[in-house]
């Protein structure tokens, strides 16, 4: 379950998900989020193990080289503070971005790491695939390549098929309760979802380009959402 606030740390620790990935700015696709949140997910009693993304800006997975030191360094200091694993991914080429993931995975020494949504822009899901295996990766969290994982069924059960058990598959994208059954279907060892609702919240000055005044709200973990979900994947 993606978190970017406090109140879906403390819907994840009521409902008892297996794994939390702390993020912020979900509508941006998330970013890395600030080291004090990741201190509170750790410290909230009933916390499952946090997976932190780190993701230091929106946009492409291209990164440049101060990028990157950022990204290593982010990892170093959220697993420092207690997180179970990351969240990285890095594409370069239409390529996993091989050296990138092999700086994360020696600095994570040993702690999971999980390669996010970048696979879904991998030009050959297979060598991709095939090439995280070699480095190290824990899992894959992907759509297989659709805008909503639902209508990529086929090729998520032949990402499960391809990955063998040599590492997990975690299917993600557009999750929904009604569409849980066909996902665990295809043999994936995780759903992963947001289960988002919009709360009104105006503010009457403008903050940005992506924050006008009077902005139709800000997202945050819908709890009725996400025990749906959860009660699907368990009964699958």
Request: hydrophobic content about 50%; overall charge negative; proline content about 6%.
């Amino acid at each position: 379950m993606a978190v970017q606030d406090a109140h879906g740390l403390a819907v994840a620790a009521r409902l008892g998900v297996d794994r939390i990935e702390l993020c912020s700015a979900l509508p941006l696709g998330g970013i890395t989020p600030s080291l004090g949140f990741v201190e509170a997910a750790v410290g909230t009693a009933g916390m499952p193990p946090v997976h932190v993304l780190v993701r230091p800006r929106p946009g492409g997975f291209d990164y440049a080289p101060g990028e990157v030191t950022t990204i290593v360094s982010d990892v170093r200091h959220v697993l420092s503070a207690g997180a179970a694993g990351v969240v990285v991914g890095g594409v370069r080429d239409g390529r996993v971005d091989a050296e990138l993931v092999g700086r994360v995975v020696a600095a994570a020494g040993g702690a999971e790491v999980t390669f996010h949504r970048a696979f879904d822009t991998v030009a050959d899901p297979g060598a991709g695939l095939d090439e995280l295996v070699a480095l190290g990766v824990r899992r894959i969290l992907t759509s297989a390549g659709a805008a909503n994982v639902a209508d990529a069924l086929p090729a998520l059960e032949a990402l499960v098929d391809a990955a063998a058990g040599r590492l997990e598959i975690m299917a993600g994208g557009g999750v929904r309760p009604g569409v849980v059954d066909k996902i665990v279907r295809t043999g994936v060892a995780a759903v992963h979802a947001s289960a988002k609702q919009i709360v009104p919240d105006p503010v009457s000055v403008s903050l940005g380009t992506a924050a006008p005044a009077g902005g139709s709200g800000r997202e945050t973990t819908d709890e009725d959402e996400a025990a749906r979900i959860l009660t699907a994947v368990r009964a699958g």
